[in-house]
């Protein structure tokens, strides 16, 4: 009996240790994963001489501007049709577009709309299909206008959501009337603000170039010759000279004349009554002498 008491204390004391040993065992093994899976996301350490891009700076925050540029440039080309030609195609070749042109004699106007990143390249290519000369160029910063623009349209995004959440919760005919209603208003208000930032977002990614292209120069005024007059040609000047100050002259009288007018309408009639009262007065003393 003792002896089967003492085996089955020992069966007993042997199973627990086994117990604590997996145990042991189990957390080392866990504690071995939890660090492994700790270290591995760890990255490794940059090599000694390398630099970092930086995330912000003058170079980042120029890139992120929304800028639309605008040039012209008048050249002087030697062969108009080729000139044009080649004009076309670089505006073609680089995903723009010939917007206007208009061909008069030795003279053309293009007007070009080329990529926005490769404005500055594709300006110096159109300056080198001839002789510069004028060359104009403008920036103008969008950016502000395009962060209303994106911040306009979620909001009014969020807007027409919260109406069509609301239209799912109606449960009267009234209010699913006014609902969409209101839907119909806050949609259309999306879609122009949609309409204005695609406007916006065109402005943007596309810039206009102005091509004015010449064969040929403007050619310099030459100052008149003096005029070698004879004898009848001083006497028909001088008699042109007195016609047109005979024509001066009169011309003159009738503006006086035109002038004193309104005067003279008033004055008149006052005048030609004191005149008669006047011959009365001398009437009536002739009269009265010879009676005397």
Known sequence: MTRHRTRTAALFLTALLGLAGCSAAGSSGTDSAAHGAGAAPMAPAPAVGATAKPTTGGTAVAADRAMSY?????????????????????????????????TTGSTAELVVRVPSADFAKSLD?????????????QADDLTQQQVDLDSRVKSQQASVDRVRAL???????AEVVSLESELTKRESDLESLKGQAQALAGKTALSTVTLELSTRTQPQSAPPAPHQQGFWGSIGHALAGGWHALVAVVRALLIALAALAPFLLVLAPIGWVALRQLRKQRQRGTTQEPQD
Do not use: C, I, W
């Not at 030697?78 to 070749?93: E, G, I, K, V, Y």
């Not at 299909?129 to 060359?135: K, Q, S």
């Not at 239209?167 to 005919?173: E, F, S």
């Open 70 to 102: 605008t040039a012209r440039l008048d050249l002087q080309v030697p062969a108009l049709d080729a000139a044009l030609a080649r004009a076309q195609d670089l505006a073609t070749a680089g995903a723009g577009y010939v917007e206007h042109e208009n």
């Open 125 to 137: 290519q159109f300056a080198a299909l001839g002789t510069v000369l004028a060359r104009s160029r």
């Open 167 to 173: 239209m799912q919760d109606a449960k009267t005919l």
